[in-house]
């Protein structure tokens, strides 16, 4: 097994303020970042605050930015780094910070909790559904998200824009939409609730200019922008755009 002496720079301080703090510590053969700031936090900064769960790229807590970049830090290998380079790692920067390491994202539960759930189609009982595989598929891809919430973290939208986060769900609670707005049994219209127009009303679809940013730093590969931003854009414009698809909603929704 091989070691050397990595030089890492951390970001240390609360909601007040802090900076960045040297340190030195040895590496092995296979290990990733989240086991040098463990090491670190063991025997350098023993109140070093980082928060992390599974250290298998599962549940989505060890979320920083490393050299600039939003990564799951028990995913990221320190082999893709240089012996010389310093590796630098910083709290996630659209969230507020708790403290070093820990980011406050509630933002993003505050968003979950705004999109209304699946609505079971009426008359079909437990057992009963039946789709189309593409569409199951569909569905499983967007549910691979594991919530570490790097697409919400790295997209322009809110990044540099904090006065944008009331008018804009984000790249994670858009696919969401999109997932309830393309599944097949999803009754949320007959029930009087237009998918479609609250992705532009309420959670900011319009804001998305597709540069793919979040598709790029998302650890499930989940094709976010291609798969489910875009259609959900595209679905949109069928609604507003086309009068006959238009006037069909409306008298669809008279009669509901
Ligand atoms: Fe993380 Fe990808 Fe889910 Fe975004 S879509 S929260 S990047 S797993
Ligand atoms: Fe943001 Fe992704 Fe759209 S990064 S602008 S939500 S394509
Ligand atoms: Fe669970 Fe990194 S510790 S995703």
Known sequence: MTEYQARFRIWRGDAEGGALRDFTAPVHDGEVVLDIV???QATQ???LA???????GKCGSCSAEVNGRPRLMCMTRMSVFGREETVTVTPLRAFPVVRDLVTDVSFNYAKAREIPAFVPP???GPGEYRMRQVDVERSQE????IECFLCQDTCHVVRDHEENKGAFAGPRFLMRVAELDMHPLD???EAGLDRRAT????HGLGLCNITKCCTEVCPESIRITDNALIPLKERVADRRYDPLVWLGSRIGRRRN
């Not at 967007?142 to 998200?145: A, G, I, L, S, T």
């Not at 992705?199 to 309420?202: D, G, K, P």
């Open 38 to 40: 463990h090491r670190i």
């Open 45 to 47: 900064a023993t109140d």
């Open 50 to 56: 980082v928060r992390w769960n599974c250290k298998a």
């Open 122 to 124: 009426r008359g079909v």
């Open 142 to 145: 967007f549910r691979k998200c």
């Open 187 to 189: 009754a949320a219209a």
């Open 199 to 202: 992705a532009r009303e309420e």
